[in-house]
T-cell receptor, first 109, second 114 residues
Framework: RKEVEQDPGPFNVPEGATVAFNCTYS??????FFWYRQDCRKEPKLLMSVYSSGNEDGRFTAQLNRASQYISLLIRDSKLSDSATYLC??????????FGTGTQLKVEL | NAGVTQTPKFQVLKTGQSMTLQCAQDMNHEYMSWYRQDPGMGLRLIHYSVGAGITDQGEVPNGYNVSRSTTEDFPLRLLSAAPSQTSVYFC?????????????FGEGSRLTVL
């Protein structure tokens, strides 16, 4: 079992749709959680951190479920510009982050 | 702001050749790291540094060396390139230890080993 697992997609959704991604992690002692966005052939960039109480940033909502060991990302009112790969990142131990393989989102007209 | 700068952006090597990927950051970050990204796999940590003069191995360190003589620079050396090292390499830096703050990535270096 991978330490961090994501559905690779692609998720093809129409503009304006709501889409959700999940990410499961194996280490129950994991300390911090993030979603990064990576555009095609570009570097990853931080989208948002994931807090225990859940957090929202505009159209994006991230949630953490420690009991079931997963985090989620909800995107409302999808835009064409949201098309990208979304990377789940977990700090499992020390100074090392573990990256998921990413979920590809394609928003279409 | 330049942020994290990597050079070269593209490189083709023959098996057995050596080379250095350069990484520099101008944000005065203590933490720097090198990752490789391969299709179907998440970014994997090669080496990292928590400050000048301090380096440590990550998940996939074999075949790579690093040094950190200054806060700004963190070069990655391939000692004897192998086709298995064909990958996209990202350098990253952070103000806080990874997991406590944002990672800032360079634009990547695409390496092909023939």
């Amino acid at each position: 079992r991978k330490e961090v697992e994501q559905d690779p997609g692609p998720f093809n959704v129409p503009e304006g749709a709501t889409v959700a991604f999940n990410c499961t992690y194996s280490n129950s002692a994991s300390q911090s959680f993030f979603w990064y966005r990576q555009d095609c052939r570009k570097e990853p960039k931080l989208l948002m951190s994931v807090y225990s109480s859940g957090n929202e940033d505009g159209r994006f909502t991230a949630q953490l479920n420690r009991a079931s060991q997963y985090i989620s990302l909800l995107i409302r009112d999808s835009k064409l510009s949201d098309s990208a790969t979304y990377l789940c990142v977990v700090n499992m131990r020390g100074n090392k982050l573990t990256f998921g393989t990413g979920t590809q989102l394609k928003v279409e007209l | 702001n330049a942020g994290v700068t990597q050079t070269p952006k593209f490189q083709v090597l023959k098996t057995g050749q050596s080379m250095t990927l350069q990484c520099a950051q101008d944000m005065n970050h203590e933490y720097m790291s090198w990752y490789r990204q391969d299709p179907g796999m998440g970014l994997r940590l090669i080496h990292y540094s928590v400050g000048a003069g301090i380096t440590d191995q990550g998940e996939v360190p074999n075949g790579y060396n690093v040094s950190r003589s200054t806060t700004e620079d963190f070069p990655l050396r391939l000692l004897s390139a192998a086709p298995s090292q064909t990958s996209v390499y990202f350098c990253a830096s952070s103000r806080q230890r990874p997991g406590a703050g944002e990672l800032f990535f360079g634009e990547g270096s695409r390496l092909t080993v023939l």
